[in-house]
């Protein structure tokens, strides 16, 4: 995650090749196998989905939300949902990146 003010951007690669964008800095295109160079996505997206974690699962507090999250003109992210927000994201809902959770978890609010 690259912080720049209050906008965050995710550090990533897309391919030279087949264009294909990963949200990892990866050696190699996982989709062709060309080389990639590295990029930036976001600061938005859209939600294509979300839902409410309710079963506890140690480390974490329950509920939460999370989303997979289109980023703009960049690959699909699964993000938890900032502010302890307890409901679940509208598909087509558009957010913005947040920074991190305390676990590494990618965050995302709504816009």
Known sequence: MIRSGDVYTLAGSRCLTCAYASAFSRPRCPSCLSAVRPESFGP??????????????????????IAYVDLDEGPRVLAHVASGAVEALLIGARVELDGMNESGDVLVRPT
């Open 44 to 65: 938005k997206g859209v939600v294509w989905s979300s839902t409410v974690v309710r079963v506890p699962v140690q480390g974490r507090t329950i509920p939460y939300s």
